[in-house]
C-alpha cells in the first residue's frame, strides 16, 4: 500500500505544512522487467453543474474492462495512496477546485460529496471497468468517502481506507472544541502546493484559477475562525449515516494524528462487516510489518473478484499494541491482540482517583483538597501524542532519537499537575476510549483542558501515548452518543459542542475529557501516570488561566482507564 512522491519544489513550499498534516507518501516500486508497462489515461469528466474533473486511468497492460479502484484526491497528479497490483484498474480523481480539475473547493462538503456519486457512476458504464467498483482512500480521500456514504455509491463492491476522520470537525480539527492548528494548516498548505504546481493548465483560464483560490481561502476562514462551533456547516462535512452495505477495511494506528475516526467508523459500519486493523497511519507502523498492504489486497481480491482467500473470517477487529513506548513500537516491538469488537468484549473501566499526594489510585481519598496550576502553552513533543507522532514520522524522529527527553514528558509535567500510580506487580493491557472526569474553576471564560496519558519506566522515564483536549466553554455531553459501562458510567464522552457555555471566573463545573484511544502494555515494574498541561503549541493560541482542580472527597477528580480481559488492573496495585 504506497503513494506516490510529491516534488521537490512542493516539498519546499510546503515543509511546515507536510509537518501538521504528514501527508507524505513514497513512490511505488517500479515494474518488474516481465510486467508490461502500466498505461496511463487521462480524461476530464464534467459533472451536473458543468464542471470538469481532472481523471487519471492506470492500467497494468492494454486498457480492457477489470476490476477498477476509485480514488478521490485533493492532492494532485500522482497522488494515488494505494496499489492492488494487476488485476484492476485504478482511476485517480481530482476533486473539484484542487490540482488540475476546476470549480471552487468546498472543503469536502455537499458539492463534492455528489461529485463523488456522479463519477462512480459514470466509471462503472467506461470500457474499462466491468461494473465492479472498489473505493479507497488514505487520509483526506478517505475523509471524502465518509463524508459522502449517506448518499448510495453506485457499483461498489468493496472499500479500504487509511486514517481517515469520521467527523472532521472532532477527529481532526477541532477535538474537544479546541482548533488544532498546525494540522489543519497543513492540511490546506499540502492541497495548495500542487494547485499552484499545476497552474499551467490554468493558463487562458483565469476564471478557474480565481474560482480555485477563492475556495481554498474560503475554506481556510470557515474552517479556522467562522465556524468555531458544531454548527450545520460542519455537520455537512463529517459522518451522516450509511446508506450502503459495503464491506470496509478500516486500517489506522493508535498514535495517528486521525486515529479516533477509524474506531468510529468501525462502529458505525460494523453492521456492514467492517473490520478493523490498528497497524499504523500517518505515524508509521511496526518494523515487520507491512501497515495493511496484504490484507488490503486480500480485501478487494476476495469482495470485488470473488477469491475466496478466507479474509472475511479473519478477526473483527486485529491490533498491534505498543509495548511501553511509541519509539519502541515502531522498532517492532509490539503486542498483538485480536478481537471480535469494538471497544473490545469484556473490557473493563477502571476508575483511579486523583490524590492531594499526586497519587493516581483505586480509591477516592476521604478529604477534597484543590489543585492549581497555569494554563501556559506545552511543548507538543511531550503533550500533542497525535501531532507528535506525525511529526516524528515527517522526520523528527531522527532528532528525538538523539534528544529522547523531547517525547518524554517528565519536564512537561513540571509546568502542570502530574498523577502517578503505584508500580504495577503484574502486566495489564489498557485498551479502548478513556474518561477524565474533573471538578475545575477556571479564571478566563475559555481556556483549554489538556491531559496526557503515559507509561512510566522503571527508571523514571514518562512516554507519552494518548490526549485528551477539551475547551472550557463546552461543559455538556450528548448521553445518547456516549458510551456507558454496565455500571453506567460515560467511559467515552460525547462532547456537546454547538453551544458555547463560556466558564465564570471561579466557577466549578464537572467536564468530561474524551482521551482518544490507547493500546498498550504496561509492564510489571512500571506505573501510569496522568499529566493535566496547558494546551499544545500546535493548537490555536489562548489566554492563559488559572485552572484549579478538585481532588478527592465523593466527587474528586478521577480517570477511567479500559482494562482488556486477562489483564486485572487491581491486583496490579495491590488490591
Given at each position: 500500500?504506497?503513494?506516490?512522491?510529491?516534488t521537490?519544489?512542493?516539498?519546499a513550499?510546503?515543509?511546515?505544512?507536510?509537518?501538521?498534516?504528514?501527508?507524505?507518501?513514497?513512490?511505488?516500486?517500479?515494474?518488474r522487467?516481465?510486467?508490461?508497462?502500466?498505461?496511463?489515461?487521462?480524461?476530464?469528466?464534467?459533472?451536473?453543474?458543468?464542471?470538469?474533473?481532472?481523471?487519471?486511468?492506470?492500467?497494468?497492460?492494454?486498457?480492457?474492462?477489470?476490476?477498477?479502484?476509485?480514488?478521490?484526491?485533493?492532492?494532485g497528479?500522482?497522488?494515488?495512496?494505494?496499489?492492488?497490483?494487476?488485476?484492476?484498474?485504478?482511476?485517480l480523481?481530482?476533486?473539484?477546485?484542487?490540482?488540475s480539475?476546476?470549480?471552487?473547493f468546498?472543503?469536502?462538503?455537499?458539492?463534492t460529496?455528489k461529485?463523488?456519486?456522479?463519477?462512480?457512476?459514470?466509471?462503472?458504464?467506461?470500457?474499462?471497468?466491468?461494473?465492479?467498483l472498489?473505493?479507497?482512500g488514505?487520509?483526506a480521500?478517505?475523509?471524502?468517502?465518509?463524508?459522502?456514504?449517506?448518499?448510495?455509491?453506485?457499483?461498489v463492491?468493496?472499500?479500504?481506507?487509511?486514517?481517515?476522520?469520521?467527523?472532521?470537525?472532532?477527529?481532526?480539527?477541532?477535538?474537544g472544541?479546541?482548533?488544532?492548528?498546525?494540522?489543519g494548516?497543513?492540511?490546506?498548505?499540502?492541497?495548495?502546493?500542487?494547485?499552484?504546481?499545476?497552474?499551467?493548465?490554468?493558463?487562458?483560464?483565469?476564471q478557474?484559477?480565481?474560482?480555485?483560490?477563492?475556495?481554498?481561502?474560503?475554506?481556510?476562514?470557515n474552517?479556522?475562525?467562522?465556524?468555531?462551533?458544531?454548527?450545520?456547516?460542519?455537520?455537512?462535512?463529517?459522518?451522516?449515516?450509511?446508506?450502503?452495505?459495503?464491506?470496509?477495511?478500516?486500517?489506522?494506528?493508535?498514535?495517528?494524528?486521525?486515529?479516533r475516526?477509524?474506531?468510529?467508523?468501525?462502529?458505525?459500519?460494523?453492521?456492514?462487516?467492517?473490520?478493523?486493523?490498528?497497524?499504523?497511519?500517518?505515524?508509521?507502523?511496526?518494523?515487520?510489518?507491512?501497515?495493511?498492504?496484504?490484507?488490503?489486497?486480500?480485501?478487494?481480491?476476495?469482495?470485488?473478484r470473488?477469491?475466496?482467500?478466507?479474509?472475511e473470517?479473519?478477526?473483527?477487529?486485529?491490533m498491534?499494541m505498543?509495548?511501553?513506548?511509541?519509539?519502541?513500537?515502531?522498532?517492532?516491538d509490539?503486542?498483538?491482540r485480536?478481537?471480535?469488537?469494538?471497544?473490545?468484549?469484556?473490557?473493563?473501566?477502571?476508575?483511579?482517583?486523583?490524590?492531594?499526594?499526586?497519587?493516581?489510585?483505586?480509591?477516592?481519598?476521604?478529604?477534597?483538597?484543590?489543585q492549581?496550576?497555569?494554563?501556559?502553552?506545552?511543548?507538543?513533543?511531550?503533550?500533542?501524542?497525535?501531532t507528535?507522532?506525525?511529526?516524528?514520522?515527517?522526520?523528527?524522529?531522527?532528532?528525538?532519537?538523539?534528544?529522547?527527553?523531547?517525547v518524554?514528558?517528565?519536564?512537561a509535567?513540571?509546568?502542570?499537575?502530574?498523577?502517578?500510580?503505584?508500580?504495577?506487580?503484574a502486566?495489564?493491557?489498557?485498551a479502548?476510549?478513556?474518561?477524565?472526569?474533573?471538578?475545575?474553576?477556571t479564571?478566563?471564560?475559555?481556556?483549554?483542558i489538556?491531559?496526557?496519558?503515559?507509561?512510566v519506566?522503571?527508571?523514571?522515564?514518562?512516554h507519552?501515548l494518548?490526549?485528551?483536549?477539551?475547551?472550557?466553554?463546552?461543559?455538556g455531553?450528548?448521553?445518547?452518543?456516549?458510551?456507558?459501562?454496565?455500571?453506567?458510567?460515560?467511559?467515552?464522552?460525547?462532547?456537546?459542542?454547538?453551544?458555547?457555555?463560556?466558564?465564570?471566573?471561579?466557577?466549578?463545573?464537572?467536564?468530561?475529557?474524551?482521551?482518544?484511544?490507547?493500546?498498550?502494555?504496561?509492564?510489571?515494574?512500571?506505573?501510569?501516570?496522568?499529566t493535566?498541561?496547558?494546551?499544545?503549541?500546535?493548537?490555536?493560541?489562548?489566554?492563559?488561566a488559572?485552572?484549579?482542580?478538585?481532588?478527592?472527597?465523593?466527587?474528586?477528580?478521577?480517570?477511567?482507564?479500559?482494562?482488556?480481559?486477562?489483564?486485572?488492573?487491581?491486583?496490579?496495585?495491590?488490591?
Open positions: 500500500m504506497v503513494g506516490r512522491r510529491r521537490a519544489l512542493a516539498a513550499a510546503v515543509t511546515l505544512a507536510a509537518l501538521g498534516a504528514g501527508l507524505l507518501t513514497a513512490a511505488p516500486p517500479a515494474a522487467a516481465e510486467e508490461p508497462a502500466p498505461v496511463v489515461v487521462q480524461q476530464r469528466f464534467t459533472t451536473a453543474d458543468g464542471v470538469a474533473l481532472q481523471t487519471t486511468l492506470t492500467s497494468p497492460g492494454p486498457v480492457t474492462a477489470r476490476p477498477t479502484v476509485v480514488e478521490f484526491s485533493p492532492y497528479n500522482n497522488s494515488q495512496s494505494f496499489s492492488f497490483g494487476p488485476d484492476y484498474n485504478y482511476l480523481v481530482q476533486i473539484r477546485g484542487t490540482g480539475s476546476r470549480g471552487s468546498d472543503a469536502l462538503g455537499p458539492r460529496q461529485d463523488v456519486v456522479e463519477v462512480l457512476r459514470w466509471a462503472c458504464a467506461q470500457p474499462f471497468s466491468d461494473g465492479h472498489a473505493v479507497a488514505f487520509s480521500s478517505a475523509i471524502m468517502l465518509f463524508n459522502s456514504w449517506h448518499q448510495h455509491l453506485p457499483c463492491d468493496a472499500a479500504v481506507t487509511r486514517s481517515g476522520t469520521h467527523e472532521l470537525y472532532r477527529d481532526l480539527l477541532v477535538p472544541g479546541i482548533q488544532n492548528l498546525a494540522p494548516a497543513g492540511v490546506l498548505g499540502l492541497i495548495s502546493a500542487p494547485l499552484v504546481l499545476q497552474g499551467a493548465d490554468r493558463v487562458g483560464d483565469p478557474s484559477a480565481l474560482d480555485a483560490f477563492a475556495g481554498m481561502f474560503s475554506t481556510g476562514v474552517a479556522g475562525l467562522a465556524h468555531p462551533r458544531l454548527d450545520a456547516w460542519w455537520q455537512q462535512r463529517g459522518w451522516r449515516g450509511d446508506r450502503n452495505d459495503i464491506p470496509v477495511l478500516l486500517i489506522d494506528g493508535f498514535f495517528d494524528v486521525e486515529s475516526g477509524a474506531f468510529q467508523a468501525y462502529q458505525a459500519l460494523k453492521a456492514d462487516g467492517a473490520h478493523l486493523l490498528v497497524q499504523g497511519g500517518h505515524d508509521g507502523y511496526p518494523a515487520g510489518t507491512d501497515g495493511g498492504v496484504a490484507e488490503a489486497q486480500a480485501w478487494l481480491d476476495h469482495f470485488v470473488g477469491v475466496d482467500n478466507g479474509v473470517t479473519h478477526p473483527r477487529v486485529r498491534l505498543s509495548n511501553g513506548d511509541r519509539m519502541r513500537y515502531l522498532a517492532g509490539a503486542v498483538a485480536d478481537a471480535a469488537d469494538w471497544p473490545v468484549p469484556g473490557t473493563t473501566w477502571v476508575p483511579l482517583a486523583l490524590g492531594g499526594d499526586r497519587s493516581l489510585g483505586l480509591t477516592r481519598p476521604a478529604t477534597a483538597t484543590t492549581s496550576y497555569l494554563t501556559v502553552p506545552s511543548i507538543p513533543t511531550m503533550t500533542d501524542v497525535p507528535a507522532a506525525l511529526v516524528g514520522a515527517a522526520g523528527l524522529d531522527l532528532l528525538t532519537a538523539q534528544l529522547p527527553l523531547l518524554q514528558d517528565q519536564l509535567g513540571l509546568a502542570g499537575l502530574t498523577y502517578t500510580t503505584d508500580v504495577l506487580s502486566p495489564v493491557d489498557l479502548g476510549p478513556l474518561s477524565f472526569e474533573v471538578p475545575l474553576a479564571t478566563t471564560p475559555d481556556s483549554g489538556w491531559v496526557v496519558l503515559s507509561d519506566a522503571p527508571d523514571g522515564t514518562s507519552p494518548t490526549v485528551g483536549r477539551l475547551s472550557t466553554s463546552y461543559p455531553v450528548v448521553p445518547a452518543k456516549s458510551l456507558v459501562d454496565p455500571s453506567g458510567a460515560i467511559v467515552q464522552p460525547y462532547g456537546s459542542y454547538t453551544t458555547k457555555q463560556p466558564a465564570r471566573a471561579g466557577q466549578v463545573r464537572t467536564y468530561r475529557v474524551e482521551l482518544w484511544p490507547v493500546g498498550n502494555r504496561f509492564q510489571a515494574g512500571h506505573r501510569i501516570r496522568l493535566v498541561v496547558g494546551t499544545s503549541a500546535f493548537s490555536l493560541p489562548a489566554v492563559p488559572v485552572h484549579s482542580i478538585r481532588v478527592g472527597g465523593p466527587a474528586g477528580a478521577r480517570l477511567l482507564v479500559p482494562v482488556l480481559p486477562g489483564s486485572d488492573l487491581t491486583a496490579a496495585l495491590g488490591q
